[in-house]
C-alpha cells in the first residue's frame, strides 16, 4: 500500500519578540513510513531560505496534542483548547510554532484511516532505516 496523505495547516511562528508570525506548512504522512508524520515548510518560512522538513513519531503528535511530551529535538503541548505548540530545536537555532488543534488532530485521524495504530507494519519500517544508514555495505 503505497498511500501518502498531505494537508496544509497554518502555523504561528512566535519570535523572540512574542510576535506571532503566520508560516505555512503541509502535514504529511506516507503507508510506507507508519512510524512516522512530517511536517515541511516552505523556502520562505525558513532562515536560510531552503525548504524544511522535520520528521518525528506519530506517536508523539498523538501525545503531544493530550499533553507535553517529546524529548531532544522535537516538543509538542497543548496551549489550552485551541492551539497546540511545536518546538523545533536544529543547530541554527531554536523555532516555537502554534498550530489549530483542530487541524492537527484532523490529520493525526486521517493518517488512523490509512493505516491503523498497532498495524504498523514495524519490520518494513526497520528495514527501510537500515537501508537507509548502511545502504549496500
Keep these: 500500500m503505497d498511500i501518502t496523505l498531505e494537508q496544509t495547516a497554518e502555523?504561528?511562528?512566535?519570535?523572540?519578540?512574542?510576535?506571532?508570525?503566520?508560516?505555512?506548512?503541509?502535514?504529511?504522512?506516507?503507508a510506507a513510513d507508519p512510524l512516522a508524520v512530517h511536517v515541511d515548510f516552505p523556502p520562505e518560512?525558513?532562515?536560510d531560505g531552503e525548504e524544511v522538513s522535520w520528521t518525528f513519531a506519530r506517536s508523539l503528535l498523538e501525545e503531544g496534542?493530550?499533553?507535553p511530551?517529546?524529548?531532544?529535538?522535537?516538543?509538542?503541548?497543548?496551549c489550552g483548547a485551541a492551539r497546540t505548540v511545536l518546538e523545533l530545536h536544529a543547530p541554527a537555532g531554536m523555532a516555537l510554532l502554534q498550530f489549530d488543534t483542530a487541524a492537527?488532530?484532523?490529520?493525526?485521524?486521517?493518517?488512523?484511516?490509512v493505516v491503523a495504530p498497532g498495524q504498523e507494519?514495524?519490520?518494513?519500517?526497520v528495514e527501510q532505516g537500515l537501508d537507509a544508514l548502511f545502504g549496500t555495505v
Design 11 to 30: 502555523a504561528r511562528l512566535i519570535t523572540l519578540d512574542e510576535r506571532e508570525l503566520v508560516a505555512s506548512a503541509t502535514l504529511r504522512y506516507a
Design 45 to 47: 518560512a525558513s532562515v
Design 65 to 67: 496534542l493530550a499533553r
Design 69 to 78: 511530551a517529546g524529548t531532544g529535538d522535537v516538543h509538542l503541548w497543548p
Design 104 to 113: 492537527l488532530r484532523r490529520f493525526l485521524l486521517r493518517s488512523y484511516a
Design 121 to 125: 507494519d514495524v519490520g518494513a519500517a
